[in-house]
Structure formats: structure tokens, C-alpha cells
């Protein structure tokens, strides 16, 4: 399924974030049950070890995949040094890596892709790379960008929509908890 563009933000130069529908969102975070994590850090201060942590609490299998961890593990699970030493079956590569590496991990993908059984290669918040994008893409591979998994998972479960993360709204307003529904339009 292809992305829906937001129109540039104002003022910056013509730059396009990636757009998903919920549904697609949904469907992925339903459907898969394994995930290669590309870049997870056993440092429990960095992100990928918090996304790691509540991925695992809420049942997926995670696989770290970190070259410098090696014959160590992250969070009770063994780390593999590339796509090509983790075993099968994997649903989904999760890039936790800067952009420019991710073409890279692209290519890797694809070419472990019908081994694992890959059908996802999503890329964390900040992670944008549409040669990424059209390479897994043109592999058959659904994609994802900007979006990090454990946010998502916690948007659409009713985790953190209440405290506001799902209205699309910033304010500083505490939403009704109980009651309404959450909603300020009767606050």
C-alpha cells in the first residue's frame, strides 16, 4: 500500500513526512508476531531498549540485531550480528539505526526476505530514507517510516490515547477521563 503525503510543513523546504493509514498502522501491529530489531541497545537508557522492553511485554518476539553486542544478550534475548544470522521465521525488520544506513539494511532484508519470511521493513521516528523505501518496496515488502512501533502499539491499544497522544490536539488541558469519553469539546 503505498504512502499518503502530508502537505510540506510551512516554512520548511519542500520536505514530505510519510503518512500511514491506521488501518495499515493496525493491520501490521495485529498480523506480526516476530521482529528483527536492527540497532536494539542493551544500554537501558536508549530508546530502542524501551521499545524493545514493551514490544516484549506485550508478546511479540524480538530478535536485537547489534554487530557490537554479539554473544551477549538484550533483555534475556540472544543478539545476532546481521539479518543473515538471526533464524526464522522473522515478520518484520524494525530499523533502529540514522537514516543513512538504512538503504543498507534495505538491502538485507531483501536478501534474507523469502529465508525469514519478512514482510515489513518499518523505520523508527526520525528514520526516513525513500531509497529504503523504494528498494523494499520494489522487493514486495510493505513499509512503514517515521513511526515507531511501541508508540503505535500503545496509540491504538487505548494506552496512551488518554493522555491526549491520539486526539491529534496539544494543549495543556487535562482530557475527561471518565464519563465523556475523553473528549474537551464538553470540557
Not at 77 to 89: G, I, R, T
Not at 150 to 171: A, V
Amino acid at each position: 500500500m503505498a504512502r499518503v503525503s502530508e502537505p510540506p510543513i510551512k516554512g520548511a523546504a519542500e520536505l514530505s513526512l510519510p503518512q500511514y493509514p491506521d488501518s495499515l498502522i493496525k493491520s501490521i501491529l495485529r498480523e506480526v508476531k516476530t521482529i528483527a530489531m536492527v540497532g536494539a541497545s542493551g544500554n537501558d537508557i536508549r530508546p530502542s531498549y524501551f521499545a524493545m522492553m514493551y514490544l516484549l511485554n506485550k508478546g511479540y518476539k524480538v530478535i536485537p540485531v547489534n554487530p557490537g553486542m554479539v554473544g551477549k544478550e538484550i533483555l534475556g534475548q540472544p543478539v545476532y550480528a546481521s539479518l543473515k544470522d538471526v533464524p526464522a521465521p522473522v515478520d518484520m525488520v524494525d530499523i533502529f539505526r540514522e537514516a543513512k544506513f538504512a538503504p543498507d539494511i534495505a538491502r538485507e532484508t531483501i536478501a534474507e526476505k523469502d529465508r525469514l519470511g519478512v514482510k515489513v521493513l518499518w523505520m523508527q521516528l526520525g528514520v526516513i530514507s525513500p531509497e529504503a523505501e523504494k528498494l523494499a518496496t520494489d522487493a514486495g515488502l510493505t513499509v512503514v517510516m517515521n513511526r515507531c512501533p511501541k508508540i503505535e502499539h500503545g496509540r491504538f491499544s487505548g494506552e496512551i490515547g488518554w493522555m491526549g497522544i491520539n486526539r491529534r490536539i496539544i494543549d495543556n488541558r487535562k482530557p475527561l477521563l471518565f464519563g465523556k469519553g475523553g473528549s474537551l469539546k464538553n470540557a
